[in-house]
């Protein structure tokens, strides 16, 4: 009888445990849906050409805004740009937040909670600054969402069909060229490695050669693209799950 109570208890347990962990994935896919309606409502302001749009503004330090961005940037001024790798779904405002450098890592484009955030670039870059190192972060959502697909450059395939990557500013159209697709983890202080990490921003020329003979070196394959000292820089990382607090990057350069 004792044997019978125990074996129902546990079998009442995991089906709580199962009915738990549905419900969990149930409002993670519902949150999913949600942030990709909020996305795509950000895509179509972009592309409305109105009244609005075609009234000039200029950013705080008086640089005339891109028609496109110019109502995104009247609802959040803490958008710096957009990323797009054309066919696929990496197309999203990058957000900057100065003094809380992790500010968007879990809110949306209108300041509220979301567990997806919205891709971010590092308070230590400029993107305005032509010898800088532009370092994006965006999270790898099971859903697909932010830089999920970020991991699809791990094949050569892929980047051949993918070699450019769009990076506009709030002012200026740009294009960058795949250098370098690796991957690498978050290290523990006193390990003697290579971390991508510690290089975002302005780079003095001896930073810049080696964070370009590393990340070409870490490559999962030869873009043949080697950038100069000089060249702008645009670093994306996410996470990855090949070991511990994994990363995957890819690095580009601008294109001359």
């Given at each position: 009888?004792?044997?019978?109570?125990?074996?129902?208890?546990?079998?009442?347990?995991?089906?709580?445990?199962?009915?738990?962990?549905?419900?969990?994935?149930?409002?993670?896919?519902?949150?999913?849906r949600q942030t990709?309606?909020?996305?795509?409502?950000?895509?179509?302001?972009?592309?409305?050409?109105?009244?609005?749009?075609?009234?000039?503004?200029?950013?705080?330090?008086?640089?005339?805004?891109?028609?496109?961005?110019?109502?995104?940037?009247k609802k959040n001024?803490?958008?710096?740009?957009?990323?797009?790798?054309?066919?696929?779904?990496?197309?999203?405002?990058?957000?900057?937040?100065?003094?809380?450098?992790?500010?968007?890592?879990?809110?949306?484009?209108?300041?509220?909670?979301?567990?997806?955030?919205?891709?971010?670039?590092?308070?230590?870059?400029?993107?305005?600054?032509?010898?800088?190192?532009?370092?994006?972060?965006?999270?790898?959502?099971?859903?697909?969402?932010?830089?999920?697909?970020?991991?699809?450059?791990?094949?050569?395939?892929?980047?051949?069909?993918?070699?450019?990557?769009?990076?506009?500013?709030?002012?200026?159209?740009?294009?960058?060229?795949?250098?370098?697709?690796?991957?690498?983890?978050?290290?523990?202080?006193?390990?003697?490695?290579?971390?991508?990490?510690?290089?975002?921003?302005?780079?003095?020329?001896?930073?810049?050669?080696?964070?370009?003979?590393?990340?070409?070196?870490?490559?999962?394959?030869?873009?043949?693209i080697t950038p100069?000292?000089?060249?702008?820089?645009?670093?994306?990382?996410?996470?990855?799950?090949?070991?511990?607090?994994?990363?995957?990057?890819?690095?580009?350069?601008?294109?001359?």
């Amino acid at each position: 009888m004792k044997k019978k109570w125990v074996m129902n208890a546990a079998l009442i347990v995991c089906a709580l445990v199962f009915l738990g962990s549905g419900l969990y994935l149930l409002r993670y896919y519902m949150n999913a849906r949600q942030t990709e309606g909020e996305l795509q409502d950000l895509v179509d302001l972009k592309s409305e050409d109105d009244a609005e749009a075609n009234t000039e503004i200029k950013t705080e330090k008086g640089q005339v805004i891109l028609k496109k961005y110019r109502k995104l940037y009247k609802k959040n001024p803490d958008i710096i740009g957009w990323v797009e790798v054309k066919d696929s779904q990496i197309n999203y405002p990058v957000m900057q937040m100065p003094d809380e450098n992790e500010y968007y890592l879990h809110r949306n484009y209108q300041k509220e909670y979301d567990v997806n955030g919205l891709p971010f670039l590092d308070a230590h870059c400029d993107e305005n600054d032509p010898n800088q190192n532009l370092m994006v972060y965006g999270h790898h959502m099971k859903s697909g969402l932010m830089f999920a697909h970020l991991m699809d450059f791990q094949t050569e395939d892929f980047y051949k069909k993918h070699k450019i990557i769009y990076f506009d500013t709030l002012t200026e159209e740009r294009e960058y060229e795949v250098v370098a697709a690796f991957y690498s983890q978050i290290f523990k202080e006193d390990q003697d490695v290579f971390k991508y990490y510690n290089y975002p921003g302005p780079l003095s020329e001896k930073q810049f050669k080696t964070y370009v003979k590393n990340v070409k070196k870490l490559s999962q394959y030869d873009t043949g693209i080697t950038p100069e000292y000089g060249d702008q820089l645009l670093t994306l990382v996410t996470c990855a799950y090949q070991t511990e607090e994994g990363r995957f990057v890819v690095v580009a350069r601008r294109k001359k």
